[in-house]
C-alpha cells in the first residue's frame, strides 16, 4: 500500500535559519501530495500541495517540489520565525483510494 | 463561515462505556472523513462516509466501532465497550466534490482511563 516516511524531530532551530524537512513516499500510480501543519491544540490546516511531478507548492513563504524521479517532496523556508513552531506533516492522495495517507508528522520548534 | 466543528473537544471515559464523537462539516460539503491519531503517530484513516452512505470503512476495526452520516445533523463515531487502547485524538474532515481538498476539525481527545 502508499506510505510516507518523514524525518524524525523535532527540529530544533532559531528565528531566520533555513527549513528543511524531508518527505519521502511510496505508491503506484500519481498521487497528489501536500503538506499539512497542525498548531498545538488544533486541527490540521492545509499549508500546501502540488498534484503532478515537476509542480511546486507554496504557501507563506513555504514551498517543496514534487520530484517524481526521488519520490521526494520536501518542505522548506528560507527564514523560519516562532510563529511556525507546530507539527508538519507530508500527506499523499491516490485517486485508487478515498482517503489520505498521512507521515508521522514531525515536530518544528524556532526559538527566539 | 465556520469550519469542520467537533464536540466534544475533550473526552473521558471509563473502560467499558460508550463513547459518542461528533462532527459538523463545512457548510454544503457532503464528504465526511474520520481519522484517528494515536500518540507518536501520523493520522491514521478510518472512514468515508456520504450522507447516509458508508463508502470506505476499510480503517474501522471490525467491532465495537461504527460510524454514521445521517440526512440532517452531524456525523458520529461511536466506540462502544472503550479501552485504554481507544485513547487517541479522532478528526473530521470535510470535503465537497474535490475530494482531496480535506478540511479538518479542531479534533476531539478521548481519554480511557
Known amino acids: 500500500g502508499d506510505s510516507v516516511t518523514q524525518m524524525e524531530g523535532p527540529v530544533t532551530l532559531s528565528e531566520e535559519a533555513f527549513l528543511t524537512i524531508n518527505c519521502t513516499y511510496t505508491a503506484t500510480g500519481y498521487p497528489s501530495l501536500f503538506w499539512y501543519v497542525q498548531y498545538p491544540g488544533e486541527g490540521l490546516q492545509l499549508l500546501l500541495k502540488a498534484t503532478k511531478a515537476d509542480d511546486k507548492g507554496s504557501n507563506k513563504g513555504f514551498e517543496a517540489t514534487y520530484r517524481k524521479e526521488t519520490t521526494s517532496f520536501h518542505l522548506e523556508k528560507g527564514s523560519v520565525q516562532v510563529s511556525d513552531s507546530a507539527v508538519y506533516f507530508c500527506a499523499l492522495w491516490n485517486s485508487g483510494y478515498s482517503t489520505l495517507t498521512f507521515g508521522k508528522g514531525t515536530m518544528l520548534l524556532v526559538s527566539p | ?113
Open chain 2, 1 to 113: 463561515n465556520a469550519g469542520v466543528m467537533q464536540n466534544p473537544r475533550h473526552l473521558v471515559r471509563r473502560r467499558g462505556q460508550e463513547a459518542r464523537l461528533r462532527c459538523s462539516p463545512v457548510k454544503g460539503h457532503s464528504h465526511v472523513y474520520w481519522y484517528r491519531q494515536l500518540p507518536e503517530e501520523g493520522l491514521k484513516f478510518m472512514v468515508y462516509l456520504q450522507k447516509e452512505n458508508i463508502i470506505d470503512e476499510s480503517g474501522m476495526p471490525k467491532e465495537r466501532f461504527s460510524a454514521e452520516f445521517p440526512k440532517e445533523g452531524p456525523s458520529i463515531l461511536r466506540i462502544q465497550q472503550v479501552v485504554r487502547g481507544d485513547s487517541a485524538a479522532y478528526f473530521c474532515a470535510s470535503s465537497g466534490k474535490t475530494v482531496n481538498e480535506q478540511f479538518f476539525g479542531p479534533g476531539t481527545r478521548l481519554t480511557v482511563l
